[in-house]
DNA sequence: CACAATTAAATTGTGTACAATATTTTATAT
DNA sequence: ATATAAAATATTGTACACAATTTAATTGTG
């Protein structure tokens, strides 16, 4: 059994604890949302909202997947997806169809629309790169703060 | 008139342009929502969702302020803010009335209850740092690399 | 085999997020 | 002074996000 390594709380002089300025928990919460705006008009020429687009790419990674797996990968749950994909579905995008195996698995594959969005897509991320004034390095480096600080959130957080 | 100062687009061998585990963009976007998922059981003792704790750390800084300026401080408009303040405004932490010099603007400032309310909330956002992982140097610096994000996503997407 | 436990999705209900529109009040320009 | 524009908030409609519950299929156990 591992020990669960948490670091002593950070001291902030106690005026300073609640300034919504300094809280990184804000900056993450408000960049996020600067980031979905960003992507809006963008997505909205190929039909598609943020979620939806992060479901696309997961399948253009891999095809045919659970509900379950995609919602793993998209740390999302079924509540959350099934409706999403009923609309990418009634787009067209992608097929929803039971397994064959096990009834209650539902598989989600692209339709041929949803392949060819793909190269539409393409530009999508590289346009949105230089929106954010970063360079490659920052992106990257942004990139893994972030993946750890999601990981080490999900670990040490209680789950109500 | 200044010049719009963008930088060219980085460059990712073509196989990994929509590599989702390398785009910045989710790594945002899936942490933020480990962040507010992080923060529900601790400000579900308090009554409070995260936007709404974000209001009241607004308030808390400054009482009494219209809709318009909450909306700036913290990117949101009416058409979040209202039904928001309206739930903060049952529960009984602010009130809300129409100013009487400019009947347009709603002033939103604290009730007695609202104000406790702070002493309750102290502990909250350092138990959030320690789950973070992070060190406060990491913190300070996550939350300046995120806000000139925010500054240039804002500054250089399009607006639909 | 029977039946409880588990698993996978779907459903329900609450709370945002946000574009688009409406409403009301104030400011401005003839 | 009156029409017009602008400003501030509210409303409407769509799309998540997520906890809690439900439904249906599969697995495990005696």
């Known amino acids: ?34 980031m979905t705006k960003a992507y809006k008009p963008l997505l909205a020429e190929l039909k598609l909202t943020y979620p939806q687009y992060l479901v696309l790419l997961v399948l253009w990674e891999k095809d045919a997947v ?10 999302s749950d079924s509540g959350t ?22 009834e209650r698995k539902v598989i989600v594959s692209l339709t041929k629309e949803g392949k060819q969005l793909q190269k539409q897509a393409a530009s999508v991320p590289v346009q949105i790169s230089c929106n954010t004034g970063c360079s490659l390095a920052e992106l990257l480096l942004l990139n893994e703060q972030l993946i750890s600080l999601r990981t080490a959130l999900i670990k040490n957080s209680i789950k109500t």
Do not use: H, W
């Open 66 to 75: 659970t509900v379950n797996s995609l919602g793993e990968r998209l740390f």
């Open 1 to 34: 059994m591992k020990l669960k390594k948490t670091l002593p709380p950070p001291t902030f002089s106690d005026n300073q604890t609640l300034n919504i300025d300094l809280q990184m928990c804000f900056a993450l919460y408000s960049a996020s949302l600067s």
């Open 81 to 102: 997806l099934t409706p999403l994909l009923k609309r990418l579905e009634k787009l067209g995008f992608i097929q929803r169809q039971r397994s064959a195996e096990d």
